[in-house]
């Protein structure tokens, strides 16, 4: 794994560990509900048999078995060793492999991937990070799917939708949902394609395309 950095945000890499070693025994009861779209995810990136996938912020693994199943030769990576500890225990396909690695300095050579994924992680890390890991997506993957919580526009549902998932998600997500995340993909030159919600609007998929 290469070196980490974050562009100032020095308390994100153990805050991250730290959460995550103690969310780790519990969260694939509590992301239970996501199950419907893992599968929606992957025939949203409409890839075939043999796809090299990336599963970024894989956590315990359930987006990248969701490709594994489909038959593509996928590795997720993760900050959080206890996280990959468990999606090492429940793994059953030979076409899917972990290793720890950091999202915002991906030890992989350029477009080295069919597609890269980022599933429910990008609210979990400050801006210079997101911006840095959809940066490096772009640059390992020719195309990139980001999955993450819809911020509804209406001023009132807003404010209840962040106020709400703020109780039990981590201290980046109200910055997270403050920001417009079409104009960061903007930024990283990553051009949406494909959208979808699931989990009644409160998730959203984009497919994207390398500009």
């Given at each position: 794994?290469r070196?980490?950095?974050t562009?100032?945000?020095e308390d ?22 996501l199950?419907?779209?893992r ?6 990136a409409?890839?075939g048999?043999?796809?090299?996938v990336?599963d970024?912020c894989t ?8 490709f594994g ?6 590795i ?9 500890k468990?999606?090492r ?16 300095r ?14 429910f ?24 799917v ?11 549902h807003?404010?209840f939708h962040?106020?709400?998932i ?45 500009s």
């Amino acid at each position: 794994m290469r070196g980490e950095g974050t562009g100032g945000n020095e308390d994100y890499y153990p805050y991250i560990r730290r959460s995550f070693s103690r969310l780790a025994p519990f969260y694939n009861v509590i992301a239970m509900p996501l199950f419907a779209v893992r599968n929606g995810v992957v025939s949203m990136a409409d890839i075939g048999r043999g796809s090299t996938v990336l599963d970024v912020c894989t956590g315990t693994g359930s987006q990248a078995f969701a490709f594994g199943k489909r038959h593509c030769e996928v590795i997720g990576i993760d900050l959080s060793e206890e996280m990959l500890k468990i999606a090492r225990y429940r793994n059953r396909c030979g076409n899917v492999t972990f290793e720890i690695a950091d999202g915002t300095r991906m030890p992989f050579r350029d477009c080295c991937f069919d597609i890269s994924c980022v599933s429910f992680g990008l609210h979990d890390m400050p801006q210079d990070a997101r911006r840095q890991t959809l940066g490096e997506m772009r640059r390992v993957s020719k195309r990139a799917v980001i999955v993450d919580y819809n911020i509804p526009k209406n001023r009132l549902h807003r404010w209840f939708h962040i106020n709400a998932i703020a109780l039990y998600e981590s201290k980046y997500f109200k910055d997270f949902a403050s920001r417009d995340l079409s104009e960061l993909l903007q930024q990283c030159d990553l051009k949406v394609v494909k959208e979808a919600h699931g989990l009644v609007d409160v998730a959203r998929i984009l497919v994207c395309e390398v500009s």
